[in-house]
């Protein structure tokens, strides 16, 4: 897949890892070096990139907008999150583990043994020192080039779902020590240390506000843009809505810095009253309960509130299919469809029909390639055609999607998911063909640029590398027929008919791991053909081809998996044997 390295086509940078992402793509999520102080101060990097963080009525940058002309107005991007992962796409909100959580965590550091605090602390300074990604380059890189399955990885903020656990685990540890502690005498040292340690963090949490400059890189470009435009008026109004959004954001952030000392404070009520045995260990976990939900509950609903949910029927309102997508599914043959609009990045045409689009984090290598070089291209070239002429489609040169069966191109609404436009494609080849001759080239390269001349219905083209699987001359006659019989996820068969040897073609994406072919029962070697699709040299004569997934370390896994549940229940049932032994002779004994 695209995580597993980069391909044949790709230009090689140094330091990339040859099997996984690239270190660019890798790295690409990273919070900044004081970002994971959102996990105590929810909003002291602005919150989120797509919610309105402060109401319109106090917002200093929606005010300077509103002072500009409405069409500059629409251009200024109101985005309140400015932490490390802004270039990336931004987020939909903080890493928050809560206030209260935090300062409980922090007071544990100071009055729980080395055996629970140490390694607990390790693994939170490695998670913090892993999720600066990029800013902390050289430590990562380390970890990207030595680390096993490390740079399949892309999304080094996600790394915090580790503090995430452990700090309300080492918070939860914290009242159990204090609950169970009794005497307060010796204990009181150890948590006065603790509330230094709070404050030290919260004095650090006020040097931060002072210290940062509250603006994003992406502000920055902006802002440079706008000034090399070498208009006086338009750059002053632009840095006016920017220094509103500073504003903005420094208040968030300072807010967030008073809740969190409101919180912390309340939580050193509480653990006082404990520790001189004014309120009971009963009193002290349900109160702290209390606050927790009191602390969390306003944030979490602020980020996955009721607007994120909706209503089964409101949801299932965009996969209705309309008239077009009727008609469309009345074709009972096996097809595939395009969508025009944004097609790698959607999935609503996949719901009905078979997509030559759609979204995957983890495409699979080879097809991620033919839709950077070719499908794009294609994409492009259908766009123009079909809106200076509907009628025009079969003028235009689009071997990939003809490959791949696509006979229809449809145009579906971003937002409603409705099809609004079809436009049914002649030149689609079907499930199979079979093919006149074989291009044989040297890599990939060549390959992929053979599409500029390439008639698929004719001709496949083939690596050099799987020459050898083909006996005899590369041409054939292509007659004959070849027709899909069934086709599921692991198996696909197929009937075929020709009184001469052909080489057949099939529109299923080539995939070596696992995928077998035989033709009545015997298997025969697949090869790799125009870049993404399955070839077969068949012999003469009436036959049935069979795809077939048979993935070895699956089986292999599968016999494992089997082998060791057999040894677990054996081990379970002797310890259940000897328990029953073991009570029956001490019973034996008393008696």
Known sequence: TIRGGSGELAEKQAGDAKTGLTKDYAFDYSLGLAEPIVMMVPRAFGGSSGREEVSQEESKAIEAARAMPKELQQQMPLAYYWGGIDGAGGTSGPPYVGAIICFLAIIGFFILDGRYKLWILAACVLAILMSWGKYFLGFNTLLYDFLPLYNKFRAPSMILVIPQLLLPLMAVLTVQKVASEKEKHPFVPYFKKGLIGVGAVVALL????????FKSGRDAELLKQVASANQPQLTEAVRGFFDGMVADRKGLMLSDIFRTIGFCLLGAGVLYLAIRKIINPLVLGVVLSIIVLIDLLPID?????????????????????????????????????????????????????????????AKLRIY????????????????????????????????????????????????????????????ALG??????????????????????????????????????????????????????????NDIVNYSFNSNEEQFAVFSEVYYEPGWKAFVDEKEAPIVKVNYVLRGLQVPAGAHKIVFRYEPQDFYTGKKLTTIFSIALLLLVAAAIFFEWRNRKQTATLKS
Request: overall charge negative; hydrophobic content about 40%.
């Open 206 to 213: 006020l040097v931060c506000y002072v210290a940062f400059d």
């Open 431 to 488: 499930a199979a063909w079979l093919v006149k001759s074989l291009k044989v080239v040297k890599d990939a390269k060549e390959e992929m640029a053979a599409f500029a001349m390439l008639n698929p219905k004719d001709t496949a083209v083939m690596q050099q590398s799987f020459r050898g699987k083909i006996t005899g001359a590369a041409n054939w006659t292509g007659a004959g027929t070849i027709t899909l019989d069934k086709n599921d």
């Open 368 to 427: 991620q390639e033919l839709i950077e070089k070719q499908l794009s291209q294609e994409l492009s070239a259908v766009g123009a055609a079909l809106q200076s002429n509907p009628l025009a489609l079969d003028s235009v040169s689009i071997p990939a999607l003809n490959m791949l069966n696509t006979k229809y191109i449809i145009a579906k609404d971003p937002n409603s998911g409705l099809t609004q436009y079809k436009q049914q494609n002649n030149g």
């Open 301 to 361: 609903s602020k980020y996955l509130g009721k607007e994120d949910y909706q209503e089964p029927a409101e949801n299932e309102a965009g996969f209705i299919p309309n008239a077009m997508d009727q008609e469309i599914l009345a074709d009972k043959t096996y097809f595939r469809v395009f969508n025009l609009y944004n097609p790698f990045n959607e999935n609503f045409t996949a719901y009905h029909f078979n997509a030559v689009g759609g979204y995957h984090p």
